[in-house]
């Protein structure tokens, strides 16, 4: 146990250090397209994503199946809920567990998402830079600049799917940007928030309401049904495993709220959380995948490697991914060693380049 705790923490030491060299090489002091969909992203504001997964060691440290990438997930205190109507950590969500989610978009004929059950498809943690977002409620949550929320420019407009840094702070967005025209000092965006973070409640009264509604009660799924649903999560009757969560009909944001603050607290771990629906319900919120695991990224970033590299290249990469399952302690040492040297190395030269420019 202790020979793969210090193995872990080397991995971890090294994947840090690896990471800060991928995204300097890539966007030095200034901009680079993301690897994937060719978005413009920073070093504070991408990840250093992996083509071939990072399960495969043999490929986990090289350069070429390395390259800056968008990123959007939520830290590991993020309480999700899941298809038992429970919420649950992010940290302690696992691959295959079901979760309540929703339709990804509202089409013409159908101008509300509804609910659907989702799956829980992938899941990978890392360090990154990290917003708290505080909205009017007294709620705090904490993502990274490119996750995706279900909100709206101001009180009246139409929701979509915007990103924490596009959200908008008394007409100001993490970006820089402003809102132009008169009356336009005080837009803030408001964001859709279905659900109340509820708690089972124990005590003997909430199990006695249990026991009736089991024994001579039912659950029934008419109209605006989800404002009940806090209810049954306190007393949690057994017939709620009945529950049909795909006949929940419409999503309807009950508590809709604006966005108060947001600012930047430094570098935690995240986690970037795939499910099979694109959605789920986070804190309350409704938000969407980060999509790094979707065919269509996957896709993205081939194109986005054989224009960088070359075919031949990329075809090396896939070839040689199994060629090494582990990687021993020594080894890991001497490859972080090697890496904290390039990057010194390289923000030297940007260094000199930079100074040189500006004679």
């Given amino acids: 146990m202790r020979g793969k705790s210090v193995r872990s923490k080397a991995i971890r030491k090294l994947d840090t250090i690896f990471s800060k060299y991928i995204r300097r090489r890539d966007c030095g002091y200034g901009y680079a397209p993301c690897i994937s969909c060719g978005k413009p992203v920073t070093y504070d504001t991408s990840d250093c994503g992996h083509y071939e997964n990072r399960k495969h060691m043999a490929t986990r440290y090289d350069e070429i199946n390395c390259n800056a990438q968008c990123r959007n997930c939520l830290t590991p205190d993020a309480l999700i809920l899941t298809s038992e109507l429970r919420w649950i950590k992010l940290g302690d969500i696992q691959v295959g567990q079901e979760i309540l989610a929703f339709e990804e978009s509202a089409t013409k004929r159908k101008t509300s998402r509804r609910y659907e059950v989702g799956k829980v498809t992938y899941l990978e943690r890392r360090l990154a830079p990290v917003y708290e977002v505080e909205l009017m409620n007294g709620d705090k949550v904490k993502t990274t600049a490119e996750h995706m929320w279900l909100a709206r420019r101001g009180k009246t407009s139409g929701f979509q ?10 007409s100001r967005n993490l970006k820089g940007h402003r809102i132009s025209g008169a009356f336009k000092e005080d837009v803030s965006s408001t964001v859709c928030k279905p659900f109340k973070v509820v708690r089972q409640d124990k005590s003997y009264e909430a199990g006695w309401i249990a026991g009736m509604l089991d024994a001579d009660g039912h659950i029934t799924q008419q109209r605006c049904f989800d404002k009940k649903i806090e209810f049954l999560q306190k ?8 529950l049909n969560l795909n006949n929940l009909g419409k999503m309807r944001s009950q508590y809709d709220t604006q966005v108060k603050s947001i600012s930047f607290v430094g570098e935690e771990e995240i986690i970037a959380m795939e499910t099979s629906t694109r959605t789920f319900i986070a804190n309350g919120y409704a938000m969407h995948n980060c999509n790094r695991f979707s065919e269509g990224n996957i896709q993205g970033y081939r194109r986005g490697l054989i224009k960088k590299y070359g075919e031949k290249e990329v075809d090396k990469v896939e070839m040689r991914r199994f060629n090494v399952s582990k990687l021993s ?14 990057l010194t190395d390289l923000e030297a030269r940007l260094n000199k380049e930079a100074s040189h420019s500006k004679r």
Avoid at 161 to 166: A, F, R, Y
Avoid at 329 to 342: A, C, G, R
């Fill in 329 to 342: 302690v020594p080894e890991l040492d001497i490859l972080y060693k090697y890496y904290k040297q390039k």
């Fill in 235 to 242: 007393i949690r009757p057994n017939k709620l495993s009945k």
């Fill in 161 to 170: 799917w915007m990103k924490t840094e596009d959200l908008w702070v008394n």
